[in-house]
């Protein structure tokens, strides 16, 4: 696929400083555990704003192995996976862009950029597989299979405690895998998380979306009040390069994080291809030009077959009368860059390679979207605090490895200062 015209990436990326981001396994350390009194004398000064690199500072490869093995912050560990990630960050700017470029290890021996697949049993089509914490994955009932990812949390000074905690502002108790998991019944009986927002969990959000500092997930402010929050940019971007359901057409999702995670507006590079009454495709591969029409569990991870369905690459509609075997598998998940459109189709550059078990990405964000009402503008000069998380080997939620914040300039300062092209 071509690079579109408005991206100049540096000429030689080996003239742009490379550094080393350490990423570990922050387990069930919540928003709520690091200012509890189970945080051994530091709850206080979390309260109070403290930095956590002011205590923790090169102690990441330490606390992820103490972590992941599992204990009071991991009370359902996953055997083998590591404790720390190193992140190497190269980041340059121009006028219009600012370049990024990421390299890391993955624990898998391929890529993992399969997600949502269903599987034809001789008879109907259903799910197949999931991530390593499902627990018909960790009974070996199913395979693992998720996709990797790499995301990205910035902040323009909005929210001021960000630049101290970064991340653990929008990791909270209540949330999908973590203590005190809220229920779908009483998600879906909340105004506004089940009724107005029609979710069914809960996900990321911001302190100051909620009435009080230490409220829980379901003490929302009146929406009202939320919007203005918005209006105001006291939200935080979050972008996510996603394996399966971004990388294939070159994109990366676009959303932000206020009393949800919530995706921008417009469509973003990633649809269902199920339908729900039917529980069967909506699209299968077009053999005249793939070769086939379906894959097969034995074909996850060959480089000679299709792992993604592109609306306008390789996609025909679902034929129920094709000739259906036992062991088909086509993607639960239907792509397409074409159909990208408005802020969520802001990252329309973010491209991943996966060769000898690292992924090489190379991601260009316009600096100005044009879409401050749920991007944070970037500018010229402009220093801005970053979270980074990876998603390695067939996990989703928690079980991810996660930055403390660092600053990233445009320009000159902070952790990582984009180097200026021309
Ligand atoms: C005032 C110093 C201080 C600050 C600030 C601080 N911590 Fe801690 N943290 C500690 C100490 C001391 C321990 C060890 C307590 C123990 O062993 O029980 C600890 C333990 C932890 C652990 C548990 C490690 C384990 O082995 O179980 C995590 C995770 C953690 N901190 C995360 C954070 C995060 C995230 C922040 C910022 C939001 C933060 N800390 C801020 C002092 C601090």
């Given at each position: 696929m071509p690079m579109p015209a408005w991206s100049a990436p540096p000429a030689d990326w080996a003239k742009v400083p490379v550094h080393t981001v350490k990423l570990f396994y922050p387990g069930q350390a919540s928003y709520d555990w690091v200012r509890s009194p189970a945080h051994r004398r530091a709850?206080?000064?979390?309260?109070?704003?403290?930095?956590?690199?002011?205590?923790?500072?090169?102690?990441?490869?330490?606390?992820?192995?103490?972590?992941?093995?599992?204990?009071?912050?991991?009370?359902?560990?996953?055997?083998?996976?590591?404790?720390?990630?190193?992140?190497?960050?190269?980041?340059?700017?121009?006028?219009?862009?600012?370049?990024?470029?990421?390299?890391?290890?993955?624990?898998?021996?391929?890529?993992?950029?399969?997600?949502?697949?269903?599987?034809?049993?001789?008879?109907?089509?259903?799910?197949?597989?999931?991530?390593?914490?499902?627990?018909?994955?960790?009974?070996?009932?199913?395979?693992?299979?998720?996709?990797?990812?790499?995301?990205?949390?910035?902040?323009?000074?909005?929210?001021?405690?960000?630049?101290?905690?970064?991340?653990?502002?929008?990791?909270?108790?209540?949330?999908?895998?973590?203590?005190?998991?809220?229920?779908?019944?009483?998600?879906?009986?909340?105004?506004?998380?089940?009724?107005?927002?029609?979710?069914?969990?809960?996900?990321?959000?911001l302190p100051n979306t909620r009435t009080a500092e230490m409220a829980g997930w379901d003490k929302t402010k009146p929406a009202e009040e939320i919007a203005k929050l918005k209006a105001a940019g006291e939200f935080v971007d979050l972008m996510q390069w996603r394996g399966a359901r971004s990388n294939p057409v070159g994109m990366a999702d676009d959303g932000y994080v206020l009393e949800y995670r919530l995706f921008d507006a417009g469509k973003g590079p990633f649809s269902w291809n199920v339908d729900r009454k039917t529980m069967t495709?909506?699209?299968?591969?077009?053999?005249?030009?793939?070769?086939?029409?379906?894959?097969?569990?034995?074909?996850?991870?060959?480089?000679?077959?299709?792992?993604?369905?592109?609306?306008?690459?390789?996609?025909?509609?679902?034929?129920?009368?094709?000739g259906w075997k036992k062991g088909d598998v086509l993607p639960g998940r239907i792509l397409s860059r074409a159909d990208a459109s408005g802020s969520a189709a802001d990252n329309a550059d973010a491209w991943g390679t996966w060769k000898d078990g690292t992924w090489t990405l190379l991601w260009t964000r316009k600096l100005d979207t044009g879409h401050p009402e749920d991007d944070k503008i970037l500018k010229a000069g402009g220093v801005y605090t970053v979270g980074f998380a990876v998603h390695d080997d067939n996990v989703t939620t928690r079980f991810h490895h996660v930055s403390f914040p660092l600053t990233l300039s445009v320009g000159a300062g902070g952790t990582i200062p984009a180097v200026t092209v021309p």
């Open positions: 709850d206080k000064r979390v309260k109070a704003g403290e930095p956590c690199m002011s205590c923790h500072e090169g102690e990441e490869d330490e606390l992820g192995k103490t972590i992941v093995k599992g204990g009071r912050l991991e009370p359902t560990p996953i055997a083998g996976k590591v404790g720390s990630i190193d992140l190497k960050v190269q980041a340059a700017h121009d006028a219009k862009n600012l370049y990024l470029r990421f390299e890391w290890k993955t624990q898998m021996d391929r890529a993992g950029q399969m997600h949502d697949y269903m599987l034809y049993d001789g008879e109907k089509w259903a799910f197949v597989g999931g991530p390593r914490s499902k627990d018909k994955v960790r009974t070996g009932a199913e395979p693992p299979l998720y996709e990797d990812r790499l995301a990205i949390m910035i902040d323009d000074g909005k929210i001021p405690l960000f630049k101290h905690q970064g991340c653990w502002l929008s990791c909270h108790n209540g949330m999908r895998d973590m203590p005190d998991e809220a229920t779908k019944a009483q998600v879906q009986a909340h105004a506004l998380l089940g009724g107005a927002l029609k979710q069914t969990d809960v996900r990321k959000y495709p909506k699209f299968m591969f077009d053999a005249s030009k793939v070769g086939l029409k379906a894959i097969t569990m034995d074909d996850i991870g060959s480089a000679a077959k299709p792992h993604a369905i592109i609306r306008e690459e390789n996609a025909v509609a679902y034929d129920p009368k094709a």
